[in-house]
């Protein structure tokens, strides 16, 4: 956007703006000089660039002044000490000038003057705008199973407004939250809300939000957050082997799976106690050189503030010679089964070949009697003679 240069005596009083970028305005005499400015936009903390293309200058004094009319440069010369501000080039045809580290106060109307007989200036604006930081994610209550969780994502300055999204999970699933923004002079402070219901599956998942602004070009700031969904506890014990003979040492661990995870951990064996020699470490339970005493069902039982859980074991100890019985009885019996399958799918095969063949058979001879009949009948007539064959026809009519 170009700025309109002012003829004429006196000088204008400065133009307020609430955005604008530091333009260097040249003046020339009334009929003989022009300058041609643009207003910039940098971002907080950016570089920007002012430029003021001079036509005919002819040398006349040029003052520079920043938006509370405090003179940066006075022909070339610094006259603020203000080093983020440099005069980078001042020729015939061009004045341009660098202002580093942009701030916020920087922003306004920069007035580039020329002094003659009559004084002449134009205005260039700087408008500085505010990217978010990365969002801020923080929960209103612990997460509990079966519960609503409340996130709350907040970005406190930028401008102008940051736009704030959810998604869950790697899908990008997003999930419609509640935005509300407040202004703070001229920044704002942006916050957005989403209530979701929890279940001890979601432990773990991740919640992602996300803010977009004009000075990201397309970017994302983003935050992620690991949802902490506490449940009630489960407990299933594993043992070591799945038969024990005497003699053999006995390892159960219980599996245990639970938030917050309990620290009590109780082994325990119905209707007696555990044996001497059994050693407890958590959730592992120990016993040494088994023996027939040591039968019966333990017990893991666990706890957190939420719930209880446990989970049992028989144990059934054998002898030695028993247990290679029974190993070896194990696959017999398999094949044994096997066998027995087979036999009776071949069995059942037989019986319906010789139903098929018996009803075959029983066709044939019923077809094979009909034709002795006919044949008996034939043999009949020609024994008896040309009568017989009368008689017969007699009988038809």
């Not at 942009?102 to 002449?120: K, M, N, P, S, V």
């Not at 406190?156 to 736009?163: G, Q």
Request: aromatic share 6%; charged share 25%.
């Amino acid at each position: 956007m170009r700025s309109a240069g002012s003829g004429g005596g006196g000088r204008h009083s400065p133009l307020v703006a609430a955005a604008g970028i530091l333009l260097l305005c040249v003046a020339g005499r009334a009929r003989a000089q022009e300058v041609q400015a643009e207003n910039v936009t940098v971002a907080e903390g950016g570089q920007a660039e002012i430029n003021c293309k001079l036509h005919q200058y002819d040398g006349s004094i040029v003052v520079i002044q920043n938006p509370s009319r405090q003179t940066l440069f006075f022909n070339g010369t610094r006259a603020l000490k203000d080093e983020r501000f440099q005069l980078v080039e001042f020729t015939q045809k061009q004045v341009r000038i660098v202002l580093s580290n942009a701030r916020l106060e920087d922003e306004g109307g920069y007035f580039c003057q020329l002094y003659t007989e009559d004084t002449h200036h134009q205005i260039a604006i700087l408008t500085v705008l505010v990217p978010p930081d990365n969002p801020l994610v923080e929960i209103k209550e612990q997460a509990v199973e079966g519960g609503e969780v409340e996130l709350t994502c907040s970005v406190p300055r930028s401008r102008p407004a940051a736009t704030l999204r959810w998604y869950r999970d790697r899908d990008r699933k997003e999930l419609k939250g509640i935005g509300s923004k407040q202004e703070n002079g001229k920044v704002f402070s942006i916050t957005n809300v989403v209530r979701f219901r929890v279940e001890r599956r979601d432990h773990g998942s991740v919640v992602t939000c996300e803010a977009t602004h004009p000075t990201l070009r397309g970017q994302r700031k983003e935050t992620q957050y690991v949802l902490d969904v506490q449940f009630a506890p489960t407990a299933r014990i594993h043992p070591s082997q799945g038969v024990m003979r005497e003699g053999d040492t006995l390892v159960l661990t219980c599996d245990i799976k639970g938030n917050p995870r309990p620290t009590d951990i109780k082994w325990s064996r119905a209707n007696d106690s555990l044996p001497e020699r059994a050693l407890t470490e958590g959730e592992v339970l120990t016993i040494p050189s088994l023996s027939m005493l040591d039968n019966g069902t333990y017990l893991c039982q666990v706890a957190n503030k939420h719930g209880r859980s446990s989970d049992q074991y028989v144990l059934v100890v054998y002898d030695p010679g028993a247990i290679v019985e029974a190993q070896t009885s194990v696959p017999y019996a398999i094949v044994g089964g096997i066998l027995a399958l087979l036999v009776f799918l071949v069995i059942c095969v037989l019986i319906v070949m010789v139903w098929c063949s018996i009803r075959q058979k029983g066709s044939y001879l019923t077809h094979e009697a009909s034709g002795l009949d006919e044949h008996g009948e034939a043999r009949e007539a020609f024994l008896n003679g040309g009568d017989g064959h009368k008689r017969k026809e007699e009988f038809f009519i």
